[in-house]
């Protein structure tokens, strides 16, 4: 299947610091495309690859598992860490668990995390019917454009296939219990008004990961897809800043943490 306009993986060789970037369940790099061409553009080694079964449409998804999605970035951690001295995983939604994974996973491989709205946990009571509701239901509503700022959209898919969301659940769970196994200074930013993820899953990955240095900034002006919504920019700078803190020759080729 050809993938969606806009939704193609992304790769920019640059400098010895590198970032890769998870996107979320249904969504692409498309989501955060402006944020890796923000990094690139200051010198950074950036890969945004696209998960398997995304970007092309639901049925393709159906077909796939956490195992699959986490494998890829797993490979792309690797790749990126025989390229470069110091690496950095970024990510949203579902992509900010996938990115506290290979932190708990990885150790110093790792040298930084920051994550926008990190799922924890399938909300609702639908969550406790899907290991059986998957078997007679395909697909429900999509999670997709969850976005405050007016014009701006996600390629993402408008319908959620059930045995991936299954999957999902059984992620999340994995995750949960690997959190203390996270030490990385992380940067957490998450919107108080998010339709996807609920605050309570940034609560709960702050209160559950070993990281000693830590800091939580609040998207006031964003909806979920914070990174192609209002605060965007805040975004970009936050989280360039943070690895010029961490990476000293990130600040000392002249690129300013400010953008």
């Known amino acids: 299947m050809p993938v969606l306009p806009g939704a193609e993986p992304f790769r920019h060789e640059g400098g010895e610091v590198g970032v890769l970037l998870c996107h979320g369940f249904t969504g692409s790099p498309q989501s955060l495309r402006p944020w890796a061409d923000h990094l690139a553009e200051r010198g950074l080694t950036v890969s945004l690859p696209l998960l398997p079964g995304h970007g092309t449409r639901w049925e393709d998804m159906q077909l796939t598992g956490w195992q699959d999605w986490y494998a890829e970035v797993d490979r792309e951690l690797r790749a990126l860490s025989e390229r470069c001295s110091q690496v950095f995983v970024f990510g949203l939604s579902m992509g900010g668990a996938l990115a506290l994974r290979l932190a708990a ?9 920051v994550v926008v709205n990190p799922g924890n946990k399938v909300h609702g009571l639908a969550a406790h019917a899907l290991p059986v509701a998957r078997h007679f239901v395909r697909t429900t509503k999509g999670v997709a454009d969850d976005i405050a700022l007016e014009g701006a959209h996600e390629v993402g898919y408008t319908r959620v296939p059930l045995h991936a969301a299954h999957s999902l659940r059984k992620f999340f769970r994995l995750v949960d219990g690997e959190l203390p196994q ?25 209160s559950r990961v070993s990281s000693a240095d830590v800091t939580e900034i609040l998207l006031e002006q964003s909806y979920h897809v914070a990174t192609l919504d209002h605060d965007a920019k805040r975004i970009f700078d936050e989280s360039h800043a943070f690895i010029g803190r961490l990476a000293p020759s990130v600040g000392k080729k002249g690129s300013t943490a400010g953008g």
């Open 105 to 113: 996973k990885h150790g110093d491989a790792v040298a930084g995390i």
């Open 182 to 206: 996270v030490t990385q200074p992380l940067l957490l930013l998450h919107s108080p008004q998010d339709h996807v993820v609920p605050p309570a899953d940034s609560a709960r990955v702050l």
